[in-house]
């Protein structure tokens, strides 16, 4: 079975553009969870979705977004990007009864703002 | 107060030994219990989890709650050099949305020595 696809792998941006992140999940995986880790805060919520609905929210600005499809590939947006914004994006997907909980990440997306 | 709360470390363990990592939570109504390993530069992966109502043990590693403390602990018996990861404990609790979520802790180093 593939494992959680992220795309792109790398990606530099300047201050105040935008950037989109995808992410697949696991085929028969219907949530998807996005988390952004540094070095100082570990690894911090963002969202989740399931069923193209939005099941969770951390405490992230509301630069931040999300959307899943009907396929249950998920984005997730970040606009005005800070130079805060720099980190490793990890998506995860869950198996069915462990949603949210029991997360199998991609390779994450490494975000560089300048 | 955070809410998972590991020591950084590094903890150094020779080989074959017992390892031992220890995470406490401030949310009493948390019924269920995640470790994760990361490697240096790979994505978190899942280890074990447990439910409120018990240990668990699978091959060398054993998850135990002490719900009057509220700490959970992993144990890693006959360490090995394999075994050198950062371990992230993380606990669920119920968000706004009224589902469950997961709050990591920063996760404790573990570095096996041969």
């Known amino acids: 079975k593939a494992g959680v696809t992220q795309t792109p792998r790398y990606l530099i941006k300047t201050r105040g553009q935008q950037v989109t992140l995808s992410c697949s999940p696991i085929s028969g995986h219907r949530s998807v969870s996005w988390y952004q880790q540094t070095p100082g805060q570990g690894l911090q919520f963002l969202f989740e979705y399931f069923s193209e609905t939005q099941r969770n929210k951390g405490n992230f600005p509301g630069r931040f977004s999300g959307r899943q499809f009907s396929n249950s590939r998920s984005e997730m947006n970040v606009s005005t990007l800070e130079l805060g914004d720099s980190a490793l994006y990890l998506c995860?997907?869950?198996?069915?009864?462990?949603?949210?909980?029991?997360?199998?990440f991609g390779n994450g997306t490494r975000l560089t703002v300048t | 107060q955070k809410e998972v709360e590991q020591n950084s470390g590094p903890l150094s363990v020779p080989e074959g030994a017992i390892a031992s990592l220890n995470c406490t939570y401030s949310d009493r109504g948390s019924q269920s219990f995640f470790w994760y390993r990361q490697y240096s530069g790979k994505s978190p992966e899942l280890i074990m989890f447990?439910?409120?109502?018990g240990d668990k043990e699978d091959g060398r590693f054993t998850a135990q709650l002490n719900k009057a403390s509220q700490y959970v602990s992993l144990l890693i018996r006959d360490s090995q050099p394999s075994d050198s990861a950062t371990y992230l404990c993380?606990?669920?609790?119920?968000?706004?949305?009224?589902?469950?979520?997961?709050?990591f802790g920063t996760g404790t180093r573990l570095t096996i020595i041969p």
């Open positions: 993380a606990v669920n609790c119920i968000s706004n949305f009224g589902n469950e979520k997961l709050t």
């Open positions: 995860a997907s869950s198996p069915p009864g462990l949603e949210g909980v029991a997360l199998h």
């Open positions: 447990i439910y409120s109502n």
